[in-house]
């Protein structure tokens, strides 16, 4: 709150133009884990919980949705331009990295090995490879060119968080829970061992890398900043409360955002490392930052559907207060225990609505009566088209009694299980009464 009083006097006194960028990004049906502005064209992609990339034009104080790209098959982490803004990759939770066609909004290439989340990807500065950090302690990289994977790299001890590549293209750099930052030498070779050296060993995880001209700027879980050089030198440049969530570089290289996960946000010159702006995001944590082309517009996302943008010169804005927005994971007061199940376990991927709000799953509007996998215009799993369940109080108790991965093997809806007889009881009482009746043309045997 200080910090946002603090800004807006600043602004006030070195007044300037007003940014042009939107205050904000409309469109996601779930938290939003990262967001990265095209290099040229006024482009912007982000990532979301709700199983999407977004394909953003920004032009003045617009900002336009012209794909939700889908393929994955739950949340995406991240996602990164290539082919000077006319492709990108994406990877996600379901372990995978899709690259796209942005113009047509189709996948080209999948990618992945094994089932487990991928974090983060990174493109090299010639465009050439993508590196994607995976929870199976492994750096898979890609050729992007011939659409080829060349190489799993083996090394860290523990899940891989975070990837980057050396601003000169000479190195690859990982880090994750062990701590170990390790760089790679690039061009990998064709066949064998890659070869790669610990830059740094710490005590705490490492969750986000950005490189910097020189050496890679390291964030991690004990909330410190480490400006690191490739001859393995470390200086703190900032110590959050909270862990270190998101790491930006400007595109001229002469600035770095970092956010924590308490929402604090700070803004050094990458010259002389000296602060230039510090905000609060009262919405809570900061996952994901981006600088638009010229570095005047620091581009944020997290907790919230929605993506907002703070100007870094001119007139300040405010971040929006937290009562502005639909916290669907606050409990509001007063609610049954059905509700409550739904509001805490559903609410973030279901509407009750004839709308699904682009959630990550189809509304469960008129789901009494319904058969699985029937809603048009929703992209189910093979799994459900393929499945011959009619969603009744006996199957919708069975899909939490003994889980969606059991009940409909293959399913993209998460693994949950509701083992309290009274609650899923509760749970299916309510869903009943708010999903709005019976489908239409459901059997009528179905019990009332
Ligand atoms: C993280 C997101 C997520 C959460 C949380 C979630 N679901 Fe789902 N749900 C999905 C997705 C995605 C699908 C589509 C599955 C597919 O196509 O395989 C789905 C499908 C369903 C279906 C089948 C709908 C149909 O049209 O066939 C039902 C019923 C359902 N969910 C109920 C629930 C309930 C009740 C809860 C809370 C206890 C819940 N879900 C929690 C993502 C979620």
Redesign the pocket.
Known sequence: MRDRFLFLALGLVLGGPAQAAPERLVGHGGPVKAVVAAEEGGRVLTAS?D?AVGLWQISDSEARLLHRLIGHD??VNDVAFLAGGRRAISVSDDGTAIVWDLESGKALGRFGETPVKALDVEVSPDGRLAAVAKWDRRVLVIDLETMTLVSALEGNRDRVNAVAFARDGSALYSGGGDGSLRRWSLPLPDKGIAPHGVLREQGWGINVLRAVAGGVVVGAVDGSVLVVSDEGEARELFRFERPVMALARSVDGSQLAAGAGDGQLRVWETGSWEERKAFLNDLGPVWGLSFDVEGEVLWLAGLDDEVYSLPLTGPPRALPEPKEQPRRFHLREGLGPGAR??QR??S???TLTPDDANR???T?YR?FG??????PG????Q??LD?DIV?NEET?AA??DHG?DVV?P?????I?R?TDPGRRAA?VRF?KGATGGLAPGADRGLKE
């Open positions: 919980f199983y739950a949340a199940e739904f376990k559903c973030v991927c279901h990550a799953g189809p469960l789901l319904r058969r699985a996998g029937s809603l929703y992209p189910y799993s799994a459900l499945s969603w919708v899909l939490f969606p409909t293959g399913t993209k809806m998460p949950q509701i749970l869903l």
